[in-house]
């Protein structure tokens, strides 16, 4: 059964940015259009706030000028960054809704950059009947993730039951997985995802990709190479601003 349209939105600390990162968009959206489960009209990348501490986080500008840059080729995907604009860290739950919030009320003021260019074009040429006549067509924003964002949902004190509740009960999760990894099980195993079950879609992933941006990240530092593994121009960012423990002049 279609549930309507959707906007997919990763969150994460991206640094550096992977290809696995970027590749989960189009897996997911494939198998959501290919069963026919809703419209994919845009995809967004929210950066995390510096304030989040994580070892070996830069700063967020260059975090969010790396994705511009893996991202140039996309014609659906964008790179918000509200987060990383707020006085501080920002729960996931309200990431969520606020971008969903935004994309379903019509801008007043300037348009944000990340609003995907099919919700552009609804709000010119529908606004009337789109938002004020029912919200008919509104768009929901699905949390994208893997495996192992899925399993911290059981981590004591990670998550609190009212964040979880929002989203898995007002946006749901696309968690793509790894073949032979069992997530069903996982999601049995827990009352919180079992009981929003039909909001959790399962997307397994063929084509193993065991890139993480630990793995760039411990190259760089070793001075050798991660060609390959993430966009040329994302490494050649990475060196010209000596991120990771490079240096401008390693080729």
């Known amino acids: 059964m279609s549930q309507g349209k959707i906007v997919l939105m990763a969150c994460g600390s991206f640094s550096p940015p992977t290809y696995m990162h970027l590749r989960m968009f189009e897996i997911a959206k494939d198998y959501i259009h290919s069963l026919g489960l809703g419209t994919i009209v845009g995809g ?3 950066p995390v706030h510096d ?5 070996d986080l830069v700063a967020a500008h260059h975090r969010v000028a790396m ?3 893996a991202l140039r080729s996309s014609g659906w995907i964008k790179v918000s960054e509200w987060e990383t604009q707020q006085t501080g860290w920002t729960r996931t739950r309200a990431s969520i809704k ?5 994309i379903n009320t019509p801008p007043q003021t300037e348009t944000p950059t990340w609003l995907p260019d099919d919700i552009l074009n609804v709000n010119i040429d529908d606004c009337n009947s789109n938002h ?6 509104d768009v929901t924003v699905k949390l994208l993730c893997g495996a192992d964002l899925l399993e ?3 981590t004591p004190g990670l998550w609190s039951d009212d964040d979880l509740e929002a989203i898995l009960g007002r946006h749901g999760i696309v968690v793509v997985s790894r073949a032979g ?6 999601i049995y195993e827990s009352d919180m995802l079992y009981k929003y079950r039909k909001n959790v879609l399962l997307v397994t992933n063929y084509i193993v990709n065991e890139v993480s941006s630990t793995v760039i990240r411990r190259l760089l530092r070793r001075g050798e190479s991660p060609k390959y593994l993430t966009d040329d121009a994302v490494l050649s960012y990475i060196r010209q601003n000596q991120l990771y423990g490079t240096t401008a002049n390693v080729t």
Do not use: E, W
């Open 98 to 102: 606020y971008h969903q919030d935004t």
């Open 181 to 186: 990894s069992d997530p069903g099980r996982f």
């Open 132 to 137: 004020v006549n029912g919200n008919s067509d």
């Open 51 to 55: 304030a989040y501490g994580k070892k």
């Open 152 to 154: 911290s949902f059981a």
């Open 67 to 69: 994705l511009k840059l």
């Open 44 to 46: 967004i990348v929210s």
